[in-house]
């Protein structure tokens, strides 16, 4: 255009083609990033549909291997699984999350003899699928989540899941010393290499509500007591620092895009690597508006996942995992 007057920077320049927005991208998106969080339930012949998560099942042990094998050829990073257990196997303190024969531990068992190390495998280390009242702990008598008792829970659990066949436990609970416990359990019982994915801000979320359909949850009340308040951010680096001074190898902020702003001051400051999790409300709020026409599905997916990456995570747990894949592939 003439008269403009002196020359002025032209950024469209680098936007021009398809292949020069792919040389100029600063944040890159690969299936080795995504981790498929999965869902196995006891006592079912075939999956079962989670009608809040279009898409998502509740798999049985059989129909998870073969979930299992699909993620890794899609190439995807890891799994993390968890356990669905009957309502007879729900007790106060969640036995059956640390018995050989409670699902989420014979599911391990099934997946590591399948796949050996060909993926990571992740077990969610947590008592609420366990427990008749819902909590992530064992309750004192007065009804409140007892801590220190919880730890003890904890430590049997992780050694429990590696000696099952995960690579690396999550203690999400966010008890105080969870991560400290864990990794002394691990250390004790001859697991050195299995990691320990710290749940270093997992706060109490609204977003988490499809994910109690999903797990079956008992839960009576709420967890505010234990998960942070979403009106607070800088307790999130005092988490941190505690996770990693108690050993934590790898830390995740939960849930991910509503917390874009923990996850980047997390990423900043760790030097560990940072994995986020897209949970199930995040999930649920794309597939509600994708079915409505409201907003195209394939886009928003890898949108979302590349912000929270481009936030500064290194790994994201979602349930589009496999999906992405298939959509990375197709770029």
Request: proline content about 5%; glycine content about 8%.
């Amino acid at each position: 255009m003439s008269g403009v007057g002196a020359p002025f920077e032209r950024p469209r320049r680098l936007r021009t083609t398809p292949a020069m927005r792919r040389l100029m991208a600063q944040t890159r998106l690969s299936a080795a990033d995504l981790v498929l969080p999965v869902f196995v339930r006891e006592d079912i012949s075939e999956p079962v549909p989670i009608a809040s998560m279009p898409g998502v099942v509740q798999h049985t042990r059989e129909s998870l291997k073969a979930a299992a094998h699909e993620a890794v050829e899609a190439g995807i990073g890891g799994l993390m699984l968890f356990g669905v257990p009957t309502p007879e196997h729900k007790d106060a303190e969640g036995t059956w999350g640390t018995r050989p024969d409670g699902i989420l531990n014979a599911a391990l068992e099934d997946l590591r003899g399948e796949l050996g190390d060909a993926t990571v495998l992740m077990a969610d280390l947590c008592l609420d699928e366990f427990t008749d009242h819902g909590h992530c702990g064992v309750l004192d008598d007065q009804g409140r989540v007892d801590n220190d008792a919880t730890l003890q829970r904890y430590a049997e659990m992780a050694v429990a899941q590696a000696r099952a066949g995960a690579h690396v436990v999550g203690p999400s609970g966010m008890m105080d010393g969870q991560v400290a416990v864990v990794r002394e359990a691990l250390d004790g019982a001859g697991f050195t290499d299995v990691s320990v994915l710290a749940y270093t801000a997992k706060y109490a979320s609204a977003y988490y509500g499809p994910f109690r359909e999903a797990v079956g949850s008992s839960l009576q009340g709420d967890r505010k007591t234990y998960q942070q308040d979403p009106a607070n951010a800088t307790e999130s680096l005092r988490e941190l620092r505690l996770d990693l001074a108690e050993g934590a190898d790898l830390v995740m902020v939960k849930p991910a895009l509503p917390y874009l702003d923990v996850l980047r001051e997390v990423a900043d400051l760790a030097d560990v690597p940072v994995a986020a999790y897209q949970v199930s409300g995040e999930y649920s709020q794309i597939e509600a508006a994708a079915e409505r026409g409201w907003l195209d599905r394939d886009v928003t997916v890898l949108e979302s996942l590349t912000s929270i990456r481009r936030a500064g995570a290194q790994v994201v747990l979602t349930y589009y995992a496999v999906h992405a894949a298939g959509l990375l592939r197709r770029l």
